[in-house]
């Protein structure tokens, strides 16, 4: 069935699905696109914790080793700090 517009054109109510499947994909686009920004944005974040843990831990190895320098911690008290921080850093690293 043909239908005459106001400026003659003929329409058919198929145009109707092209619409609304034309904004059915965009909604599936703009979808996936909300999507990778999520998955981006979470990288990200893991990235800057992961980051902010390496200088954490750096931080607390240069204190461990100014200790041990001053003679304020035996050195297997340094040692077993510094294989602390490592055996954190591997649980973290891998648990990603």
Not at 72 to 89: H, M, T
């Amino acid at each position: 069935m043909f239908i005459e517009s106001e400026g003659g054109e003929m329409w058919s109510g198929r145009h109707d699905d092209y619409f609304e499947q034309t904004a059915q994909m965009i909604a599936e686009q703009i979808q996936r696109n909300r999507s990778r920004q999520r998955a981006k944005a979470v990288k990200y974040s893991r990235e800057q914790a992961e980051q902010s843990r390496r200088i954490a831990h750096g931080n607390e190895a240069a204190e461990l080793e100014r200790l041990a320098v001053l003679g304020q911690i035996p050195y297997a008290a340094y040692k077993a700090g510094v294989a602390a921080l490592e055996e954190d850093c591997d649980d973290d690293c891998t648990r990603h």
